[in-house]
Nanobody, 131 residues
Framework: QVQVRESGGGSVQAGGSLRLSCEGS??????????VGWFRQAPGQEREGVAQ????????WYADTMAGRVTISQDQAENTVYLEINNLKPEDTAMYFC??????????????????????WGQGTHVNVSS
């Protein structure tokens, strides 16, 4: 059964850091070529991309709005992709989702992808940043 599962969210004060985890069977597909993306959605707003990683070679993409504060990485031994967010701001408060797709080619994964480009989604993990 295909599953993608996020964890690591919580409540933090502005300026703090969090590391979110995305794990699951599809994250590292049998040929280990997945585009894994992190998205976030604040109340009343559309879901937006934060970062992506191509698990085969580690190539990444970051949203301009968060570049410099986020790092996406992977641990293949743990079948996990991480999103570290530093210097958190109240406007970072949102539900953070992990998505994976084994059919997106590597070059495509280094460019911003839409939510419809990803086949598998987790339920999300909530991040609340207080001022």
């Amino acid at each position: 059964q295909v599953q993608v599962r996020e964890s690591g969210g919580g409540s933090v004060q502005a300026g703090g850091s969090l590391r979110l985890s995305c794990e699951g069977s599809i994250v590292f597909y049998k040929n280990k070529k997945n585009c894994v993306g992190w998205f976030r959605q604040a109340p009343g707003q559309e879901r937006e991309g934060v970062a992506q990683i191509y698990t085969s070679d580690g190539a990444t993409w970051y949203a301009d709005t968060m570049a410099g504060r986020v790092t996406i990485s992977q641990d293949q031994a743990e079948n996990t992709v991480y999103l570290e967010i530093n210097n958190l701001k109240p406007e970072d408060t949102a539900m953070y989702f992990c998505a994976a797709d084994p059919w997106l080619p590597g070059l495509a994964c280094t460019r911003e992808k839409r939510t419809s480009d990803f086949a598998y989604w987790g339920q999300g993990t909530h991040v609340n940043v207080s001022s």
